[in-house]
């Protein structure tokens, strides 16, 4: 065989696998790119102006069609609520608990039917953290990314909810 030959075998080779990889890690890529302000966020300190903004409804509350996450921000039965940093910074070890490396890329055909959505905004500069927690908790999405639901999700706004609305979401997570 021609030494050409073995060459560009060996070549096609290295790139199929360089493909299989970079398929594989992509998604996990991904949550760590979407979670790096967060991340950064958490680690060096709230920084000042960092604010909170929690939009919900009842988890009961049927809806003929999915609720996307422009809709649950203007629907009559959503509850909003604003934290400010200082708040957020005396709930710091809960929130240190969301990693990318402990969400699952979700797998299958992805959809917004919105229950909860929040948005941390840090600081002045426009870096943020957007998460929408999806009906029957089938799944979640990150700064755009979908991931499997994971109670953490819930779990770090948990604090700056009401009793009655905590109750509503712990009722309904699914029990592992």
Not at 27 to 34: E, M, N, R, V
Not at 50 to 78: A, F, N, Q
Not at 89 to 108: M, R
């Amino acid at each position: 065989m021609p030494k050409n030959k073995k060459l560009i075998i060996l070549s096609m080779v290295i790139l199929f696998v360089v493909v299989i990889i970079v398929g594989c890690i992509s998604p996990y890529l991904q949550l760590l790119y979407a979670l790096k302000d967060y991340t950064n966020a958490i680690t060096t300190g709230i920084p000042e102006g960092t604010r909170l903004t929690i939009y919900y409804k009842d988890p009961w509350d049927l809806t003929r069609m999915p609720v996307s996450i422009e809709s649950i921000k203007k629907y009559s039965s959503t509850t909003a609520i604003v934290v400010e940093s200082e708040e957020i910074a005396n709930h710091l070890s809960t929130l240190t608990k969301l990693d990318a490396w402990g969400l699952i890329p979700f797998k299958g055909e992805y959809y917004t039917n919105a229950r909860m959505y929040y948005v941390f905004e840090f600081g002045n500069d426009g870096r943020q953290l957007e998460v929408c927690i999806n009906a029957w908790y089938e799944s979640a999405c990150v700064n755009g990314v979908p991931v499997e639901y994971d109670p953490i999700l819930l779990e770090i706004v948990f604090p700056f909810l009401t009793d009655d609305a905590r109750a509503k979401f712990e009722f309904q997570q699914p029990h592992t």
